[in-house]
């Protein structure tokens, strides 16, 4: 049997771990499979755990509220120390790039524990965008054996810096994840009445597209965007709201407080009737509400991989990204945090037929759907 650990802690980690996991568990004639979460976040994370039935074998429950990159990284190594040293994995999979996945990686390269990376290769260069996310992946890369890379641009960054170790071209996880969500959603009547129903208890009554509103859906939590960042994308979210009466514009907010304080700051106790800020969705309500959506706006990495494939249009607000294809395809625009700029981007989505027509063919450049199939393939055949 090989014994395969993997481990996760954030809500995009497990979204997108969750379908390798599911493929793993189907072949345990082969695997003896432990799944390891840190808990970096909480509530964020059960819903993915729930959503995709998985419990887990180790919980480190490591997340406190307000917590820094020290106390993420030095528990998530000492946790990882101890799972590691009781589970003895013959492999360890992480996946992207956040502070769950290199600690842990650390920890099993001291213990001489092979390193599996899944989403490996994306890249800026630049150490302060996305921060810390670009120095994660790059110290990850360093020291992972096997490299599960979702395209051939983030391979060939691979190949480039001459990591160690095999570079598989996959596809991204993600896409696994999203094919099956909006394949239990199509045609589900019962669950369209639950998601309606669920929406509604999250603030938002979907009755309102289904009467010809337009929706622009909006996230946003990167740490290089915290105070100035965050205030200016308030500042125009108020603005374009206020320009643009007949379209909703929604915001399913992150837990983090660094998120919600500049918020608070911005908007205060002022209600604007087409304003909907919402507590973060469970995985099928926000896939549900992004495939009815008429724009995106965001500063996530999962989203700019997952709306593409919908045919939504999406504004970045940030000033790298490390998925390119998307941009190349022009699917997707980096608008970064200026007013002026957000305030353009979305009016000009909003008014101009052609700009959207042009924005929102879908293109899948990120995968599939059968990346989870490959990964464990190749672990099928490999002798470790
Ligand atoms: C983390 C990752 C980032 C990833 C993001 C996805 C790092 C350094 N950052 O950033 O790469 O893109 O997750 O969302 O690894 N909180 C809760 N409940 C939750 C989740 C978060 O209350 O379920 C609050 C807590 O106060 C917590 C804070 O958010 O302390 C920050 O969480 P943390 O994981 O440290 O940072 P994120 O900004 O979420
Ligand atoms: N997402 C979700 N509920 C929300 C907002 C986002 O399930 O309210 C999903 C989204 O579809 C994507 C992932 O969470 O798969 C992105 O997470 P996040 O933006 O927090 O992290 P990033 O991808 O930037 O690391």
Redesign the pocket.
């Known amino acids: 049997m090989k014994k395969i650990m993997l481990v996760f ?5 497990a979204i997108k771990m969750a379908p390798l996991v599911k493929e793993f568990q189907k072949r345990l004639d082969v695997f003896d499979i432990i799944v390891c979460v840190t808990g ?8 993915v755990l729930q959503l995709f039935e998985i419990v887990p074998d180790y919980d480190l429950d490591i ?7 020290y ?2 990284t030095s528990r998530v190594l000492l946790g990882m120390r101890d799972v590691l040293k009781e589970a003895e994995p013959d492999l360890l999979l992480v996946h ?7 600690a842990s990686a650390l920890a099993a390269f001291y213990l001489q524990i092979p390193v599996g990376h899944i989403e490996a290769g994306l890249r800026t260069y630049n150490l302060n965008n ?1 921060w ?2 670009e120095m ?1 992946r790059q110290l990850t890369g360093r020291i992972a054996k096997y490299h599960f890379s979702p395209t051939q641009l983030s391979a060939e960054n691979l190949k480039n810096e001459r990591v160690f170790g095999n570079i598989e071209i996959t596809g991204n996880t993600v896409i696994d994840a999203l094919y099956w969500v909006t394949d239990k959603i199509k045609n589900d009547n019962e669950l369209y009445l639950q998601l309606e129903y669920s929406l509604a208890k999250a603030g938002y009554d979907i009755k309102r597209i289904q009467k010809g509103r337009k929706v622009v859906l909006i996230t946003g ?3 290089e965007n915290f105070g100035e960042g965050f205030v200016n994308i308030c500042k125009a979210i108020r603005e374009i709201s206020e320009k643009h009466t007949d379209v909703d514009f929604i915001y399913p907010m ?6 919600r304080v500049p918020i608070l700051k911005v908007f205060g106790k002022k209600q604007i009737d087409n304003l909907f800020f919402i507590e ?1 969705l469970e995985y099928l309500s926000f896939v549900f509400l992004m495939e009815r959506s008429y724009l995106i706006l965001t500063d ?3 989203v700019q991989e997952e709306a593409p494939g919908l045919g939504k249009p999406v504004l970045v607000m940030r000033t790298t990204t490390e998925r390119p294809e998307a941009v190349d395809a022009g699917t997707v625009k980096l608008v970064g945090t200026d007013v002026d700029k957000i305030v353009e981007g979305v009016s000009h989505l909003l008014n101009s037929k052609e700009e959207y027509d042009k924005m929102s063919k879908a293109v899948n450049p990120y995968g599939d759907g059968k990346a989870s199939i490959r990964i464990v393939s190749f672990f099928n055949d490999l002798n470790i």
Not at 254 to 259: A, F, K, Q, S, W
């Open positions: 802690g954030t809500r995009p980690e970096q976040h909480r509530q964020m994370l059960d819903q997340m406190k509220p307000g917590q820094d990159l106390d993420v992207g790039d956040t502070t769950t996945s290199t996305p810390p996310e994660n939590h990167r740490r992150h837990l983090n407080p660094n998120v973060p996530s990495g999962g």
